[in-house]
């Protein structure tokens, strides 16, 4: 069963930056397609990025040029760079993966999620 393990969500002011990580377990190999959402409270969730087994990235409007996806296919693990965060960027953080290789923007074209990490920007 695969396993996906957020950390480095925090309490951060606006303009500063945070490293969220996922970590994924439990697989045969790393060549799947992964994904960021996240989920403000009253809200639903949203697409904030993703990343191919190439490493082809595709993000939301509304973090373009402030969030960057990574990925290190040798431990596994995928990256949210987050800078320049503002306060609407507050949010439950969610890493997930597909069991293809191929990117998708849509929640339910993902397999496995994390169990979430909280990110507050404060003003």
């Known amino acids: 069963q695969v396993q996906l393990v957020e950390s480095g969500g925090g309490l951060v002011q606006a303009g500063e930056s945070l490293r969220l990580s996922c970590a994924a377990s439990?697989?045969?190999?790393?060549?799947?397609?992964m994904g960021w959402f996240r989920q403000a409270p009253g809200k639903e969730r949203e697409f904030v990025g993703t990343i191919s087994w190439r490493g082809t990235t595709t993000y939301a409007d509304s973090v373009k040029g402030r969030f960057t996806v990574s990925r290190d296919n040798v431990r596994d693990t995928m990256y949210l760079q987050m800078n320049s965060l503002k306060p609407e960027d507050t949010a439950v953080y969610y890493c997930?993966?597909?069991?293809?290789?191929?990117?998708?923007?849509?929640?339910?074209?993902?397999?496995?999620w994390g169990q979430g990490t909280q990110v507050t920007v404060s003003s």
């Open positions: 439990g697989r045969a190999d790393s060549s799947y397609a």
């Open positions: 997930a993966a597909r069991s293809t290789r191929y990117a998708s923007y849509a929640s339910y074209d993902y397999d496995y």
